[in-house]
């Protein structure tokens, strides 16, 4: 009979670096909070699981940064380091489009890897990647360093300040920081890039996969894409969703990530057996992780609403601004949602079947044409040093469906980075950062600060 359980031996574990801001999550949200807590002197420290930064925009393939202006197309929203990193890919022609900031950017997403090697390189801000975030040391309510593991063994990473962007509020969680309920969560979806799929012709996939992807596995579904930019026969693809599994436990994030993979092979398969016969559709990558759109959120000082969003309600303490619409994502079967701030909506029921146009709301004198996230909704009240950044933010899920995006999480890790600095330079709990000085210091940095 074998026991329930094994003693793992305690040990001490070395201490392998010491900086004044230790980020926990390596995707752009968190590069960006390093960066800026960096520039203001702070010496950082970044660890990411992944073998390179910027999260589902490199490992998970998802290759579109979202408008950086509001609805009306005539006023700049958002700046930073998403206005920066666009403009060193667009150097590189490794984006488009290139003449307007009103329309979604269409990134090169390896070119952005390297970039993004390059932001901390140019901070010496200190790396970790292949490195695995384990658990929390507490002195009191204080995290004094966080345990690690990497092809170095076990190790110890000691900071003043630390910023929870592992997407999943990993480390909120070990602490025991309350969070929400779960909610129906948007299902997560395997992205990948196929080559050929502008040779189809007139051949209509999207209707094969409608009518024969039974056949496969494939349950009614929806899904998008397009073409990469500088190579147009390379396609992105987000064509499927896993449904009904919970990302949070390790045993579905395993399963999902399988099922992700089949999904995406049923769906080539389809388009061979029932496609043209010299159209030449190959897989030409996978993501290297699961795009999971909607996990965890933590309990903060204030939580975002959907009214809030579609209002366009404005913070006093707002660090982030946007104007991508609410995508609800179905979580039991096909279609999505929109919700725009003009009132309308559209309901997508399926792949390649035609929006039905709506309401949410009769028309009113001024439609809103963006809106914004306040600072309270990234401020846990316990930790007296931990930053919140990205998408554990707390919000409801109507308001979660739009502002999850990475252009407004990027602004997010921004604001983590600046406000870990202000604490640890004026020595006091995060909870005490002033959020009129901290606007001040994102808009000396670039940001765009309503």
Known sequence: MHKASVHEPAKDVSVVHECDVCVIGGSCTGVFAAVRAARLGARVAIIEKQNCFGGMATAGLVYIWHSL?????????????????????RRRDA???SDALNAPFRLNTEELKIDLDELVREHDIKPFLHTFYCAPVLDGDRIDAVVVENKSGRQAIRAAQFIDATGDADIAL??????HERE???PPTTCAKVYGMGGLGDFDWQAAIREHGEEFGLEADWGWGGPIPGMPKLQFRADSHVFGLDTTRGDDLTEAEIEGRRKIRAMLDVIRKYGPPDAPVHLAALAATLGIRESRRICASYRLTGDDVLSGRRFD??????SYPVDIHHADGAGITFRYLDGTERVVPER???AIPGR????????PTFYQVPFRSLLQQRVPNLMLAGRMLDADK???SAVRVMVNTNQTGEAAGVAAWLALNGSMPVQQVDPARLRETLAAGGSVII
Not at 360 to 367: F, G, K, T
């Open 95 to 97: 984006v488009t489009p």
């Open 317 to 322: 303490d707002a660090i982030a601004n946007g």
């Open 184 to 186: 129906a969560w948007a």
């Open 69 to 89: 202006c509001d609805t009306a197309g005539d006023r700049q929203i958002i700046g930073g380091l998403t206005l920066e990193v666009i403009e060193r890919l």
């Open 174 to 179: 070990d602490i025991g920081l309350p969070s």
């Open 352 to 354: 390649g079947q035609p």
């Open 398 to 400: 109507t308001a979660f």
């Open 360 to 367: 949410w709301r009769e028309p009113v004198d001024e439609d």
